[in-house]
């Protein structure tokens, strides 16, 4: 008889022990092992099965064949879309069967909303089912009913044991599986209550299997804590095949979906959505969406153009400085990386000669967007020096470019693509780095092209 087994998990890193201990070895934090109590069933039956092909030697993987990896069928992944291209985009090309796929965000982001439209349109031509575990079939009903859906053809189910789950798929055979959300969803093996990082890990692992073998496209919504981490941080990582985040500030109406890990696709894709009365609209050509067009630009402010993906984004940067009456002077960054920025504004003392030592800098990119880019440098720099000498920076200019440590300006990917998408929304001057500088300057478009910091700050 196969024997109930527990290990113990870092919930921050998912490394795995046999014996409890108080710091994880591989990640160092204190007191993050739970007790992960695995039933009698598959893996203990599993673990009793290998250790019976040992002792016959493995005589049962005879048959098994190698294929030699130039013979590997090189046909495109069959994939299907979601029919949003923006969700398409984001996952490298639509949905692969058997594919599991994590879409992640802040209660209330609009995780729900994305996949009841999706899954409403998509059962349209495939077998859908929709799992909701935290909203009763009535409320999913009401809300598709006012969002004005397709909703013949779309199979509801409103559950969270994880084994009455699976049998209905095994039995149903769909072609996507939308699990809303996995937070809720439990297996009876499993001591833990739902939520816990064991209930999560092996409920997940469990559907993910079932994807597997089955060929069903496998959506699994999970809930991200204060810090930005799926319950149970990373422990899902290795099991799902993307994980995708939907992002958006409570004030502002746009959504962004981007990918974070993807074993189908590239990951620095962006998808824009906007979260209407009639729910999410796809923002099929956002870049100039997040520019507010205010008459006069105050100072700190300016716009950069960074490239999400294959297309480029107009974002406007603020930067405000203020005497510090502390010692140890703030440095806030919403939106871009804090180690980035205090580095920057080290290079702006050393290399510009300017000294930011005794303010607060507070730096935000405008309408929630992330930043992830280098290219964002230059443009993060001039709005520091705009607010600390109180002088605003012309409406109509653009700025891009890397600033490295000796305070040279980098050049950036696709310089040209960002000069012209600049140009044709009605900027008329570019700061940009010499690396950048256009063959062909776009008509009624001045590029300054700049090889230092402060060059750059002379063409200020
Ligand atoms: P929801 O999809 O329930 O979020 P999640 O599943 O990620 O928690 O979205 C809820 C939010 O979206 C809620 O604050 C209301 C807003 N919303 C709209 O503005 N318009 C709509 O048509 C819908 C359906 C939701
Ligand atoms: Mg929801």
Known sequence: MAKARSAFVCTECGAEYSKWQGQCSNCREW??????????????ASGAGAAQAARQGYAGAGGVELTDLSRVDLSELPRFSTTYSEFDRVLGGGLVPGGAILLGGDPGAGKSTLLLQTACHLAQQHRVVYVTGEESLSQVAMRAHRLALPTQGLSMLA????ETILAMAERERPAVLIIDSIQTMHLEDIASAPGGVAQVRESAAALTRFAKSSGTALLLVGHVTKDGNLAGPRVLEHMIDASLLLEGSADSRFRTLRGQKNRFGAVNELGVFAMLE????????????????GEEMAPGSLVMVVWEGTRPLLVEV???LDESALGNPRRVAVG????????????????????????DVFVNVVGGVKVLETSADLAVLLAVVSSLQNRALPRELMVFGEVGLSGEIRPVPSGQERIVEAARHGFTRAIVPRGNA???TPAGMEVVAVERLSKALDAL
């Open 438 to 440: 256009p063959r062909q």
């Open 159 to 162: 559950e969270t044991s994880v």
């Open 318 to 320: 603020q930067a405000l």
């Open 278 to 293: 009639q729910g999410l609209r796809e923002v099929k050509n956002p870049s100039a969406i997040f520019l507010s067009r």
């Open 31 to 44: 007191n993050t092992l739970t007790e992960l109590r695995l039933g009698g069933t598959a893996r203990a």
């Open 336 to 359: 871009l990386d804090a180690q980035r920025l205090a580095m920057l504004l080290a290079v702006l003392h050393k290399h510009g000669g300017l000294f930011t030592g005794d303010q």
